[in-house]
């Protein structure tokens, strides 16, 4: 009687055991793909541009969020929930004076790591280039114009 209530109990520890782990696998795979929730907003960091506005154009395969006409420190933002497919993928073209950038905006394979626990993807635009930040204070380049 003792050895079989012994076994049970090991049973009852190891199938606790593999359900804990199946579960720490299962949150650590949905984490980047599953369901969350990002903010993406793309921001006017021209010095001077009244007169020249910076056109912006940003669609999905799913989704087209259409165009916008930026004046300086207009920003432009949405909010996207990725899937377990590792949905979706923004692309934005940029159009300023004769210059034109397309760029990924958001990307899940890219971003879902470097946008931090806040899940925060921004972009400055200015006539040096495509800067990225998580946290809008420290800012990284990512692209010139062409």
Request: with cysteine; charged share 25%; net charge positive.
């Given at each position: 009687?003792?050895?079989?209530?012994?076994n049970?109990?090991?049973?009852?520890?190891?199938?606790?055991?593999?359900?804990?782990?199946?579960?720490?696998?299962?949150?650590?795979?949905?984490?980047?793909?599953?369901?969350?929730?990002?903010?993406?907003?793309?921001?006017?960091?021209?010095?001077?541009?009244?007169?020249?506005?910076?056109?912006i154009?940003?669609?999905?395969?799913?989704?087209?969020?259409?165009?916008r006409?930026?004046?300086?420190?207009?920003?432009?933002?949405?909010?996207?929930?990725?899937?377990?497919?590792?949905?979706?993928?923004?692309?934005?073209?940029?159009?300023?004076?004769?210059?034109?950038?397309?760029?990924?905006?958001?990307?899940?394979?890219?971003?879902?790591?470097?946008?931090s626990?806040?899940?925060?993807?921004?972009?400055?635009?200015?006539?040096?280039?495509?800067?990225?930040?998580?946290?809008?204070?420290?800012?990284?380049?990512?692209?010139?114009?062409?």
């Amino acid at each position: 009687m003792k050895i079989l209530k012994q076994n049970q109990l090991r049973s009852l520890i190891i199938s606790t055991i593999v359900s804990v782990a199946v579960l720490i696998i299962f949150v650590s795979f949905s984490g980047p793909v599953g369901l969350l929730e990002y903010d993406i907003r793309i921001i006017n960091g021209f010095s001077d541009n009244s007169s020249l506005p910076l056109v912006i154009w940003c669609a999905s395969e799913q989704s087209d969020l259409g165009g916008r006409a930026l004046q300086e420190r207009d920003d432009f933002s949405w909010r996207v929930r990725t899937d377990m497919w590792g949905n979706p993928h923004f692309v934005c073209t940029m159009k300023w004076d004769r210059k034109r950038k397309k760029f990924d905006a958001f990307k899940v394979s890219r971003d879902v790591r470097r946008c931090s626990l806040l899940r925060k993807c921004s972009w400055l635009v200015t006539e040096n280039g495509f800067f990225f930040s998580d946290d809008e204070i420290n800012w990284k380049k990512d692209f010139s114009w062409p």
